[in-house]
């Protein structure tokens, strides 16, 4: 946040029984990202949710 900009650097991703893989959101922090995935796997769907952190370079 030192140029005035909003880093958003936790990507929440699912993948549905298919195999498709989908970003479900961005976060600041990687606990936030982590109890999003958390809840979203706690529904009991057939979905694998996982949290990984965007690198500098990385275009998502």
């Not at 549905?16 to 606990?31: H, I, S």
Request: hydrophobic content about 30%; aromatic content about 10%; overall charge neutral.
């Amino acid at each position: 946040m030192n140029d005035g900009t909003v880093t958003l650097p936790w990507l929440v991703f699912r993948q549905d029984d298919n195999g498709n893989r989908y970003r479900v959101g961005r976060y600041a922090t990687e606990a936030e990202a982590q109890r999003i995935a958390t809840s979203l796997d706690g529904r009991g769907h057939k979905q694998l949710y996982w949290v990984e952190e965007l690198r500098r370079g990385d275009a998502s």
